[in-house]
């Protein structure tokens, strides 16, 4: 399937959810199989060594790849379940090519080693998940590597200040930032971190930016249409949306997307054919399950905001004009997404007791499946954040997170009443 199609010497562009059903791939390569097969190989023949040779020289970026593409060598380098998904990701968020990867971890750390060196510095958002806050805090740290971290509470001239009292300015190499933030929320605004970026670029060294899209995207926030070099999701959410694949990816410009493949290839950490074919299946229907879990969570944020024993809740869909926050959701946002945060009248007893009370919704880490899952994000997925900063983000013993589903938001609503009922 091409992009466009022509009849009676009209061009019909296709949408994106249309093309997720066939793009990049051709069923006369396969016997005609309508849906790409598993190519679970490690390995591919060359016709002759003048193709193997040829193909090396693609790999290595000496020679220009041919009409149909780098030729196929081995799973680790290209793979034709990988390649066609490379090219189907690329669609929602107009990118020149993406990377796949086995994790989202995965993928933000091949991307971040690629562009750093000991003494550079990171310039990183707050809250941000727990997993990506230790590889900047911890594991970065240990190769020379600085992290300065800012909140949805900076303006852009103090951010740019901090830097400069950090004596970076001539050091910062990328601002990562998420964005809604996981677990509270909040949104960081796309283009006042470009503008940063540019304030510290410089002939010889461009900032990069680079924003974890995974909340809302790739249907609901576009950032490089904002001006983001770099977009990363953890694949496994709602790109795969059914809770039985790990994965990751990164897009952007051919340039910065071929130099992290390089480092894949050398790390090891791209995805498997079986993982790029589950990808491939899940694409086709994830307008229709993001669209269905958005339009049951708004109903869901609108009964917590009622409930009595319920102290805030922290949705996208709730803010009203009045809030600073509000301008940036019109701006960047075109949904408020699945992600339901709430802080309950109680204290972290009262919470386990809420979680150990569900029927129905799983109490579970991750998001983006299409069952409704229900976190502690103190206790869980940023219990390694340390407490004081837990604190100043918000990430208390009362807050809650809530992935909302498929299922009815009827059945959704009571079961988080009958588990409210308990505390």
């Given at each position: 399937m091409d992009k466009e199609l022509i009849s009676n010497g009209k061009i019909k562009k296709l949408?994106?959810?249309?093309?997720?059903?066939?793009?990049?791939?051709?069923?006369?390569?396969?016997?005609?199989?309508?849906?790409?097969?598993?190519?679970?190989?490690?390995?591919?023949?060359?016709?002759?060594?003048?193709?193997?040779?040829?193909?090396?020289e693609m790999a290595h970026g000496v020679r220009e790849p041919?009409?149909?593409?780098?030729?196929?060598?081995?799973?680790?380098?290209?793979?034709?379940?990988?390649?066609i998904l490379e090219d189907r990701l690329t669609i929602w968020d107009n990118a020149e090519a993406c990377a796949v990867f086995d994790s989202g971890m995965a993928a933000i750390s091949t991307t971040v080693l690629e562009f750093f060196k000991p003494g550079d510095v990171l310039l990183s958002s707050e809250p941000i998940y727990g997993g990506t806050e230790h590889l900047f805090e911890v594991v970065l740290a240990k190769f020379g590597i600085q992290t300065i971290n800012f909140g949805v509470q900076h303006t852009k001239q103090q951010i740019i200040e901090m830097v400069e009292r950090a004596?970076?300015?001539?050091?910062?190499?990328?601002?990562f930032f998420e964005t809604p933030a996981n677990p509270t929320n909040c949104l960081i605004d796309i283009e006042m971190c470009v503008d940063i970026a540019k304030h510290f670029s410089t002939k010889e060294h461009k900032v990069l930016t680079a924003l974890d899209n995974t909340f809302l995207g790739p249907v609901y926030q576009h950032p490089i249409k904002h001006g983001v070099d770099l977009v990363l999701y953890s694949a496994t959410k709602y790109i795969g949306?059914?809770?039985?694949?790990?994965?990751?990816?990164?897009?952007?410009?051919?340039?910065?997307?071929?130099?992290?493949?390089?480092?894949?290839?050398?790390?090891?950490?791209?995805?498997?054919?079986?993982?790029?074919?589950?990808?491939?299946?899940?694409?086709?229907t994830l307008k229709m399950r993001m669209s269905t879990s958005v339009q049951s969570a708004q109903e869901i944020a609108e009964?917590?905001?009622?409930?009595?024993?319920?102290?805030?809740?922290?949705?996208?869909?709730?803010?009203?004009e009045g809030d600073p926050q509000y301008a940036i959701y019109k701006k960047q946002c075109l949904s408020p997404g699945a992600m339901i945060s709430f802080i309950i009248k109680g204290d972290e007893q009262a919470s386990f007791r809420f979680l150990d009370s569900l029927k129905m919704v799983k109490l579970a880490v991750s998001l983006g499946g299409t069952e409704s899952l229900a976190e502690h994000p103190a206790a869980m997925t940023h219990s390694a954040v340390e407490p004081h900063k837990r604190k100043e983000f918000g990430i208390t013993d009362n807050l809650l997170r809530l992935s909302v589903g498929?299922?009815?938001?009827?059945?959704?609503?009571?079961?988080?009443?009958?588990?409210?009922s308990q505390i």
């Open positions: 949408q994106p959810e249309t093309l997720m059903t066939g793009y990049g791939y051709k069923p006369e390569w396969s016997e005609g199989a309508v849906k790409c097969p598993i190519f679970q190989t490690s390995t591919f023949v060359f016709e002759n060594a003048k193709d193997g040779k040829e193909f090396f041919g009409k149909h593409g780098a030729g196929l060598i081995y799973s680790r380098i290209n793979n034709p379940d990988l390649e004596g970076a300015a001539d050091k910062l190499r990328m601002i949306g059914h809770s039985d694949v790990v994965a990751g990816a990164c897009l952007g410009p051919k340039e910065l997307i071929n130099r992290i493949k390089s480092l894949r290839v050398a790390l090891g950490s791209m995805a498997s054919p079986l993982t790029g074919w589950l990808l491939m299946r899940s694409l086709e009964w917590l905001s009622t409930h009595p024993k319920i102290e805030k809740v922290l949705y996208l869909g709730l803010l009203n498929v299922e009815a938001a009827e059945d959704i609503i009571w079961d988080l009443d009958q588990a409210l």
